[in-house]
């Protein structure tokens, strides 16, 4: 993994890009996505904690690096996806987008109201089913890693047996007598 972080020293001289916030294997993750991934999360948490909500908690919770982190990690699983050949079908996007009930009016997805909530939460169509289609794709990586996961039964059992293994201890008590403890 070839990681450089160029948000701290990017600028005139400085030999990096300022436009890159970040680059994992060679692909870059644009300053742009780092400031949409920082409000988005920004926004969530100013929700979460309401008029509690500061500068000074940001700070605390290190915010800046939690999301730079979170796009590294995701960027790192969807290369993983691509090397293992997972894709999502335009059809498997549709069908989690129009099962979606916060789409739906009536029990129906109504793109009215698809469009409608996208705009009110300022992102494109675009924009959200890449996200979507992102998500799925960690899935399939995560339902993969998951299958190929393999304990044998002696395995299995030598974990079972050192989870409830007890060891008898026999020590002096002041009073001299020694004690066995199980």
Request: aromatic fraction near 8%; include cysteine; charge should be negative.
């Amino acid at each position: 993994i070839f990681l450089v972080w160029g948000m701290q020293s990017a600028g005139p001289g400085s030999g990096r890009d300022a436009a890159v916030a970040a680059t994992v294997n060679g692909e870059r993750i644009s300053r742009l996505e780092f400031q949409r991934a920082y409000q988005q999360e920004t926004e969530g948490l100013r929700r979460l904690y309401g008029d509690r909500w500061n500068e000074d908690l940001a700070r605390e919770l290190n915010l800046p690096s939690r999301v730079l982190d979170g796009l590294i990690t995701s960027r790192l699983l969807l290369q993983e996806a691509e090397r293992h050949g997972l894709s999502v079908s335009r059809e498997e996007l549709a069908a989690v987008v129009m099962e979606d009930p916060l789409f739906a009016e009536e029990g129906k997805f109504r793109p009215e109201r698809y469009r409608r909530l996208l705009e009110a939460n300022r992102l494109t169509p675009e924009r959200y089913e890449e996200a979507i289609r992102q998500g799925l794709l960690q899935q399939k990586l995560a339902t993969l890693i998951q299958a190929s996961a393999k304990v044998s039964d002696a395995e299995a059992w030598e974990a079972f047996r050192t989870a409830k293994e007890k060891v008898r201890v026999a020590y002096v008590v002041p009073c001299g007598e020694p004690v066995e403890y199980w």
